[in-house]
């Protein structure tokens, strides 16, 4: 990030309400010159296969041709506007709409239309219809480590520059080489702006005052060690916490009298809290943010990546795809599916974020002036050793103000 860049650190709380903000962020950040997450290469492993998901708040399809190529369209067809694709995933190697079954191809080319000549000689399209003007909106697709990332701007910078040096080490920690299974899903819609689950998964300090179990049990507490890492933009981030030990990690929870530290709470099965090491740089918490809408995970031996879908000023909608390795033995399976209920809607972890976020939404609705204060750290944003900093805030937001051209906002 540009060091003479005054770094944001008083967050306006109408850009969590305001409709024409709402607006601008899916031309100028979703549709504008950003990758955006929306697939698992584990998702699509056959010639045929689709799956539909968001650009932003746009739907949109992500298939496999016969060829096994890559390709992503927005999900309206090209006649009169209807989703063309209407199941969540599937294989086809030919979509067509139910309204007047116009028909494309996995590379969103039109190849089919009813009646185009007419009946008899009456009706149908002239001869200036060209079959190759009325294809579906075409994304720009990439993809890096079986993470598949679609842009709508034609111009935006290579995937691997647009992720940088600073964040491809960690993305190559958990996708570096092994074949992916998928393992399954879990999907929430929240009451709330999504840049306020932005801000939760890039606030370390929270993770341990929120959350009575990652602190009772040891999971994630912001005595441990590890830190932040930024990337050259501020647009992504990286946390990780790993063990020093119960008592250097509990002394000030014991003194301050914290709640979510509580001593007398135990677990009748500690099953899930048993975890093997399996990575070479170890953590029991490791989450990597990939602007605008990934989130990359791993909480003790359960891994997934999380895409957060905007759904209007007040709405966000979050998928959970959960992913193990091919060549896991079944004690690292079980392993991997128990721990997936610490998050999720249900989770015991994620229970609360979700109400966390709603409850901001809910004092700020009225959009009267105010603001948030993210002080925490310092006033800069640049990796840091500890996880008592809002500096991954810092980041993102001024990050964003470039990007919406609000230098005078905020």
Known sequence: ???????????????????????????????????????????????????????????????RDKAGALHAFVNRCAHRGALVCREMRGNKLAHQCVYHQWTYEPSGDLIGVPFRKGINGKGGYDDTFDTAERSLQKLAVSEYRGLIFASADPGVEPLL??????????????????????????????????????????????????????????????????GIIQDATGRHSFLRSFKIGEAAETKDYKDAGLRTYQQGV????????????????????AIQQIFPNLLIAQIQNTLMVRQIVPKGPSTYELIFTYFGYADDDDDLRAKRMLQANFVGPAGYISLEDGYATELVQQAVADGNAGSSYIDLGGRTAASDDNLVSEGMLRSFWTYYRGVMDLDDAF
């Open 161 to 226: 520059e647009y992720l940088g040096p600073e964040m491809t080490p960690w993305i190559d920690r958990l996708f570096g080489g092994r074949e992916l299974v998928v393992l399954g899903y879990t999907r929430q819609e929240v009451g709330a702006n999504w840049k306020l689950y932005a801000e939760n998964v890039r606030d370390p300090y929270h993770a341990s005052l929120l959350h009575l179990f990652h602190t009772t049990f040891g999971i994630y507490r912001s005595s441990m060690g590890g």
């Open 1 to 63: 990030m540009d060091t003479l860049t005054p770094v944001a650190t008083r967050i306006p709380y109408h850009l969590f309400t305001d409709a024409e903000i709402y607006r601008r962020e899916q031309e100028k950040i979703f549709s504008g010159p950003h990758w955006n997450f929306v697939a698992l290469a584990a998702e699509l492993p056959q010639p045929g296969d689709f799956k539909t998901t968001f650009l932003g708040d746009t739907p949109i399809v992500v298939t």
């Open 266 to 285: 135990k677990l009748a099965d500690a099953a899930i809290l048993e975890a093997r090491d399996e990575f070479p740089i170890p953590a029991t918490n």
